[in-house]
Every structure is written in C-alpha cells, then in structure tokens.
C-alpha cells in the first residue's frame, strides 16, 4: 500500500513570497489533515478536511494560509506571503475516519521542510 | 535507564535497558492516545494507540500505560536498541474533537 505522498521535500524562499506544497493521501482514506511542526515542538493541526469538507481550521492563519482538497483526495496547503516564523515542516496525514468518533490511527507523510529566509 | 512520573524532554538510555517514556495530557475528555516515533526528517511513525477503557496495552517490546486519575500515559519500550533513538511524541483525541493533539515530544538516545 502506498503511503501518502508530499512535495516538494525542501522549499527555500523569501520572506513575502508565496509558496504551495501537495500531498496525495492514502487510497481510500476519508480524512486529511496538515500539521505544521516548528523545529523542536510537537505537530500541530493546521486544518482538517473530512473528503471535501472543512472540519476543523480553527488554528490555521487564514490571512496567509489556504487549503483546499478537490474531489475529496489531493491536497494544497499555500502561504501567502510568507513570515519568517513560518518556517517549519509541513506534514500532511490522512486517516480512514469517515464520521464521527475517534481519529484512529493516522498516517503521515514525510513532511515539506519550509525555510523562509 | 528509566525515568517514571515526570515527563522529560530527553532521555538517555544504554543499549538493552527498558526505556520509560512519560506524558502528561491536558484534556479530561480524550479517551483516545496515541504513541508516535519521529526519527530525523521523516513524518511520525504509528508505535501504539490505548482507548480510556484500557489501563495497559502491549505491543511487540512496547507496552502503554494510562492512568485517567492523574492524566498520565506512558510508553515501555523493552531492550532498548540504537534504532529506538527518536523523538516520540504521545497525541491524545477525543471521540467528540475532531482534533488529534501532540504533546511536546521526548527524544530518546541510546548509548551503545
């Protein structure tokens, strides 16, 4: 079974540019979330897609960042402009759940390493 | 090399020992927990999950241990070996939050 997919790996870019990451997720799976993990701290939940819908972008930056996932399978999160305090990995999961109940074990991808400079 | 009751950001431990790994989590009404392994630029990695209605779950040389009074889990890993070393992170859901939340992560190192 393939795993979920990200790109690009790596991304350097200036302060005010705006930049774009994909990810592909497990086949099949209902759920995707991004997470950004700042150097040295836990993932934290960015937005979470359940197929097409939002449901839940409570903690993402929506002056700058943007998401969305067409036709309930691909995904890109984008930032715009960018600030040096997001600099971090982008880790996109995806996980079965498909209601409501527990997550369940979810699956990441190996992340995209943003450097603002 | 084990160190039990508080949660420490790094733990050192030699090759063959049992590593214990603590987490405090926040919220009263998760009754889901999950242990992640992070090893360096890779995505985190499955190791064990525990539902509330469970005090202790074994896994292949791990075993999680949850204590709901105090809010308290744990990840045993057994002999520990070099590949062990990583980061790992304990996340915690409630069956009414759609969010998976992480803790702030303990990295392991192990001497050989």
């Known amino acids: 079974e393939a795993g979920v997919a990200q790109s690009p790996r790596y991304k350097i870019i200036e302060k005010r540019q705006s930049v774009a990451f994909w990810c592909n997720p497990i086949s099949g799976h209902a759920t995707l979330y991004w997470y950004q993990q700042i150097l040295g701290q836990g993932p934290k939940l960015l937005i979470q897609f359940q197929n097409n819908g939002v449901v839940d972008d409570s903690q993402l930056p929506k002056d700058r960042f943007s998401a969305e996932r067409l036709k309930g399978v691909d995904s890109t999160l984008k930032i715009q402009p960018a600030k040096l305090e997001d600099s971090a990995v982008y880790l996109c999961a995806s996980s079965k759940r498909s209601g409501t109940g527990n997550t369940g074990e979810l699956f990441f991808g190996e992340g995209s390493r943003l450097t603002v400079l | 090399g084990e160190n039990v009751g508080l949660h420490l950001p790094t733990l050192s431990v030699q090759e063959g020992d049992n590593s214990i790994i603590n987490c405090a989590y926040s919220?009263?009404?998760?009754?889901?927990f999950i242990w992640y392994k992070q090893e360096s630029g890779k995505g985190p990695q499955f190791i064990i999950d525990i539902r509330s209605n469970m005090d202790k779950r074994q896994g292949q040389r791990v075993t999680v241990l949850l204590n709901k009074t105090v809010k308290h889990l744990s990840l045993q890993i057994a002999a520990t070996q070099p590949g062990d070393s990583a980061v790992y992170f304990c996340?915690?859901?409630?069956?009414?939050?759609?969010?998976?939340?992480f803790g702030a992560g303990t990295t392991v190192t192990v001497r050989a």
């Open positions: 996340a915690e859901n409630g069956s009414n939050d759609y969010k998976l939340s």
């Open positions: 919220n009263s009404a998760s009754d889901y």
